[in-house]
């Protein structure tokens, strides 16, 4: 859509010299009683008009037309979004919706290579009417269970646009089963048979090796999650894949799970028959697509919710940890309510528009704040204020190691310091009991010695990770590491 710098630069003045040759007469459309035409015509010289002709024209004309809007001269002007109002409840719970996990985009973005193999297995499938199975696999949050449904959807759809006999269809997580061998029941629900004295295994194994009792429709089996049918002689998982070779089944089977090496760590019997199947691997996202992805859930809202600097750092975070879409939009969904909860706080009559760098950042530390931290944080305060008080006396001595004494001296002049009211510090044989309660937890290394105060002390976790979770701490605030 053009705007109106680069539509004022096609308006030439009459003494520059066109760029394009001024032989070739201009291929722009015109029509009779069209005023727009015509004034683009008289703006264009030809070659019969001299130069003074051409500005007489162009002038008259624009002369003529005083009240001609920028829209009839330059076309339509570019449509700003509107700006997104936080302090909206019904855009903001639009916006939270949007970003959830359980909310299931319209399009799977950045898939559509992985949903095609798929979709051209079961469709060959379909065409030479004969069972399959098919392995996709992928680390979590990459779109898988999304991406299967996707297809189920278009097998469903195709199938009856080709005039195939609309295929039954499964979904099954293997997460809800009471026990592994359940799955069969599950299976066996589809197609309404029961017989006596068979388990259900047995009466599919029957169903699939007749002709008389063999299901008249082609039947798709998604099994989500997969890797829980894994039991000590693989037994469940070995009989399920068999289902696709009995000689008149006309299932397809789909498996998905997490674990790309499954069939050939649990099924080496397959590869034997020569029935092993396909696998469809699905790569973690990378940083581009993970911005991609989020932008195309946020793309019907009509107004943009994040600043794109905040966004891309999202997706540079996440993609460089794991690639799991998932945690991006949980990390999305916490930095707007990191903005809500700021809107919420602040009195003053400033604007908020969008979801800013800071915010991202608040939401991307949270998310990926080491296990270690919730650790420290749970702490009594006087072992924090120890964990504290070494990696002061490590930055200030500049050495990764020393004494229960030399610590204690540094302890005590800490404690003073946080608490001014005249709160008593621990003494020394409590103290030595509080670092060897640090040490069990692995906070610490508390070597042996004749003397207590001379043993020696050493952290064995990483000292950022204590001055992250001492970040804003109520008490120790107002002191600070000596870092230099």
Known sequence: MPTLRSASKGLQSPNEKPNSDPTTPSKKRSSSGSKETEAVVCLSPVASQSDDAVAKVAKCKIISSPTSSRKRLYGDEPTQKPKWNPKDPVQMKAVKEALHVATVPSNVACRDGEQNRIFDFCKECFEKERAGSLYVCGCPGTGKTLSLQKVKNKLLTWSKEVGYEKPEAVSINCTTLTSTSEIFSKILEKFERTCNGLSPLQQLQRIFSQRQSSPPKMTLIIVDE??????????????????????????????????????????????????????ITFRAYNKNQIYEVIQERLKGLGYDVFDPLSLEFCARKVAAASGDMRKALAVCRSAVEHLETEIRDSCDLQEFHTVTFDHMDKALSQAFKPKIVDTILSLPLHQQVILYALVNLFNRSKKNSTTVGELNKTYNETWKSIHRNGRTAIGAAEFTNMCQGLSDQGLLRLKQSKEEKSRRITLTVDSSDIAYAFKGHRFIQDCKFLEE
């Not at 469940?236 to 498996?255: A, E, Q, Y």
Request: charged residues 20%.
């Open 226 to 279: 997969m890797d829980y049918l894994i039991t000590s002689d693989r037994s469940v998982l070995h009989d399920l894949f068999m289902l696709t070779t009995l000689p008149f089944s006309r299932c397809i089977l789909i498996g998905i799970a997490n674990a790309i090496d499954l069939a050939d760590r649990f099924l080496p019997k397959l590869a034997s028959l020569n029935c092993k199947p396909p696998v």
